[in-house]
Structures are given as structure tokens and as C-alpha cells.
T-cell receptor, first 114, second 115 residues
Framework: DTGVSQNPRHKITKRGQNVTFRCDPISEHNRLYWYRQTLGQGPEFLTY????????KSRLLSDRFSAERPKGSFSTLEIQRTEQGDSAMYLC????????????FGPGTRLTVT | GESVGLHLPTLSVQEGDNSIINCAYS??????FIWYKQESGKGPQFIID?????DKRQGQRVTVLLNKTVKHLSLQIAATQPGDSAVYFC??????????????FGSGTRLSIRP
């Protein structure tokens, strides 16, 4: 399977703990995006990378959130001191800049903060 | 502001009938729209897109109509099948620079198929 992959698929954590999610984009896609989706809602944009550079961050991305893409391939999203309001599906998408805007989404990581 | 909304949260359709999912948008400057399908436990899957210089685009069993005058989009699915059961999102894009875009999703319509 050469699509976008995300790990873990599910994460349950206690409030106050730190969590880290990983996204592996489609090979050679230079653009990578993180979105958050709460139940019954559409995904909301969080941040975007072109290669290893983080070029855009949403106001939704508080100081407790940090994303990296150190080698321009996989990306990690870390949430520090998790809160119950962080419970959501975290989706990653990737696109190839040359071919246009189509973003391919991964299956997501479902986070539950208890 | 940035807003894409849907008229109906749920839609139930008889198998074999056509489905029509409607969507309203508020940003008159939007020039690119996308429909996504999201099945349970999966990420959104691109179905079809349309640019603002078009009013209709057809794919395999799907048609998207764009009415810029009333800022309305619709997705038509012909001969609906059980595999079409999912949540459908309309979306618009906003530029991020360097030709990249972020997707602004609506809240979704759940399509269920009656046998």
C-alpha cells in the first residue's frame, strides 16, 4: 500500500500526558498537512509543511502542539499536557506540489483523553 | 468569512435511486471546490472537484453542479449503491502560498442506503 499511513491508529491517554503521532506521506510528496476532526464535523486545518519547512500554522495549534518534518519525509505531531478537549481524529494528508492541489488523506489517529 | 455549510445532515436513499447532496458556501471569492467521501474509520477520499469557471463536471456516476449566483454546490450520485454509504463533505480551498492550499470542510452529510 503506497498511500498515506499514520501511527498509531488509536491512542488513549490520561489528561496531562504527552502524546506523539507519526505520519508517513506518499513517497515523493513534498507537501504534508495536518488536520483535526471532531465528531460530526469536517476536518480543520492545523499546519502545513513544504519539504522540511513548516510554512503555515492555524490559530487552532496552541503552544502545546508542535509538528516537525525533520528530513522532509515523515512528520510527527506532538501534544503536550493533553486536555480532554484535544480528543479528536488527527488526519495527515500529502500532496505533490507540481501536480496541483489534490491532497491524499491518511486513515487518521483517533486520540481519546480521559 | 470562511464558511462552507450543508443543508441537510442526513440523507436516506433507496438503493438504485439517485442521490443529491447540497452545499452552500459563503465566500464569493472561492474558485475551487471539492467533494470528499469519508467512510467510517477512514480519512476523506477525493471524489470530484470543480473550478469556478465551470458550472458542471461529471465523473464516474457522480456529477457536481456549481451555481455561483446563489453560491450553491451539489453532488449527484447516480444509481446509488450500498458502497456509497458514507459521510460526504463539500469543501473549498484557500491559498497558502507557493501554489499550496488548505482545505476548508463543511460539516458533512451522512448518506445511508435503504435496500
Amino acid at each position: 500500500d503506497t498511500g498515506v499511513s499514520q501511527n498509531p491508529r488509536h491512542k488513549i491517554t490520561k489528561r496531562g500526558q504527552n502524546v506523539t503521532f507519526r505520519c508517513d506521506p506518499i513517497s515523493e510528496h513534498n507537501r504534508l498537512y495536518w488536520y483535526r476532526q471532531t465528531l460530526g464535523q469536517g476536518p480543520e486545518f492545523l499546519t502545513y509543511f513544504q519539504n522540511e519547512a513548516q510554512l503555515e500554522k492555524s490559530r487552532l495549534l496552541s503552544d502545546r502542539f508542535s509538528a516537525e518534518r525533520p528530513k522532509g519525509s515523515f512528520s510527527t505531531l506532538e501534544i503536550q499536557r493533553t486536555e480532554q478537549g484535544d480528543s479528536a481524529m488527527y488526519l495527515c494528508a500529502s500532496s505533490l506540489g507540481i501536480s496541483g492541489n489534490e491532497q491524499y488523506f491518511g486513515p487518521g489517529t483517533r486520540l481519546t483523553v480521559t | 468569512g470562511e464558511s462552507v455549510g450543508l443543508h441537510l445532515p442526513t440523507l436516506s436513499v433507496q438503493e438504485g435511486d439517485n442521490s443529491i447532496i447540497n452545499c452552500a458556501y459563503s465566500n464569493s471569492a472561492s474558485d475551487y471546490f471539492i467533494w470528499y467521501k469519508q467512510e467510517s474509520g477512514k480519512g476523506p477520499q477525493f471524489i470530484i472537484d470543480i473550478r469556478s469557471n465551470m458550472d458542471k463536471r461529471q465523473g464516474q456516476r457522480v456529477t457536481v453542479l456549481l451555481n455561483k449566483t446563489v453560491k450553491h454546490l451539489s453532488l449527484q450520485i447516480a444509481a446509488t449503491q450500498p458502497g456509497d454509504s458514507a459521510v460526504y463533505f463539500c469543501a473549498e480551498t484557500l491559498p497558502l502560498g507557493s501554489s499550496a492550499s488548505k482545505i476548508i470542510f463543511g460539516s458533512g452529510t451522512r448518506l445511508s442506503i435503504r435496500p
